[in-house]
């Protein structure tokens, strides 16, 4: 256990719904990652928080996709009328700005999977 | 961002080292070299990271030649819970970047 907790551990949708994703970082922790596994790849970037503040966000975060970290704890990531394409891991990952290159530690993942 | 390459697959058995070489030819003066372990259904874990010579921890060693084109990830005397996908990525030290993971070196520790 890093922890670093997501909720859900799994979801199933149907195409077309909208599903929210948590995650809680370790709590000194004042950066925020998310990433999107599919079976067999690495892990990909999506966007980056610093406390609140969203930094950064992949091309592969379409429209359809909104990160949130309101108050510079706990983010939310939410998808908006998923397609089957979608169906992947999300891994929510936090560090800590340090002298040296930051350590990031990742949660257990929230696996995704819409019909 | 320096594109890194390693073995898509290696074999060994219980209470072998295992060496898992990966290469990047075009790290930049300001990256560091990182390893993670990954499991199955479970995030990347944080194994060992360096920026030349050995860094030794009670997991692994990590050995990166001068010219740090390339670094060796080390794991004395694996058993059957070191099956699992590692990762090699390099980075800037400036953190708040992205990490960049490869497709990783899928290990399979057999009896």
């Known amino acids: 256990d890093t922890g670093v907790s997501q909720d859900p551990r799994h979801k199933i949708t149907k195409r077309g719904q909208n599903v929210t994703f948590r995650c809680d970082p370790i709590?000194?922790?004042?950066?925020l990652y998310w990433y999107r596994q599919t079976l067999g790849q690495g892990p990909e970037f999506l966007t980056y928080?610093?406390?609140?503040?969203?930094?950064?966000k992949s091309r592969l975060l379409s429209d359809r996709f909104s990160a949130e970290r309101p108050k510079g704890s706990f983010s939310t990531l939410e998808i908006q009328r998923t397609e089957q394409g979608d169906s992947a891991m999300y891994l929510c990952?936090?560090?800590?700005?340090?002298?040296?290159?930051?350590?990031?530690?990742f949660g257990p993942g929230t696996r995704l999977l819409v019909l | 961002l320096a594109k890194t390459t390693q073995p898509i697959s290696m074999d060994s058995y219980e209470g072998q080292e295992v060496n898992i070489t990966c290469s990047h030819n075009?790290?930049?003066?300001?990256?560091?070299i990182t390893w993670y372990q990954q499991f199955p259904s479970q995030g990347p874990r944080f194994i060992i990271q360096g920026y030349k010579t050995k860094v030794t921890n009670e997991v692994a060693s990590l050995f990166i030649p001068a010219d740090r084109k390339s670094s060796t990830l080390s794991l004395p005397r694996v058993s059957l819970s070191d099956t699992a996908v590692y990762y090699c990525l390099v980075g800037d030290r400036d953190a708040g970047n992205m990490l960049t993971f490869g497709g990783g070196t899928r290990l399979m520790v057999k009896p």
């Open positions: 990952a936090s560090s800590e700005r340090g002298i040296n290159q930051e350590t990031q530690y």
């Open positions: 928080f610093q406390n609140e503040a969203q930094l950064e």
């Open positions: 709590s000194e922790h004042n950066r």
């Open positions: 075009n790290i930049a003066t300001n990256d560091y």
